[in-house]
């Protein structure tokens, strides 16, 4: 029963809300709470403005899927593709 009341308290929260509450959380093993600063140095290295990377996840979480409203992270292998997804996982 418990899990069911979980299951729906988690259906009537954003996809923000969700990650705002993981965010208050723990850190993923082995970060340390440097993830953000390895983001920054990674979206550097590829010419991704780290401002535009995050108004474009922002808004899609916010608002939802569209036409127009879908990111596509693709590159060669071990260029952080599942760097910046894996983080997600278990809370989308």
Known sequence: MTNDKAKFDRSKKTRI???KEAAQGQYASGCNGEWLTCASEVLK???????????????LLEKGRSKFRNIMICGPANSGKTFFAEPTYKYL
């Open 17 to 19: 809300e969700i990650l």
């Open 45 to 59: 290295q590829d010419g991704v403005r780290r401002e535009a990377f995050v108004t474009a996840i922002r808004e």
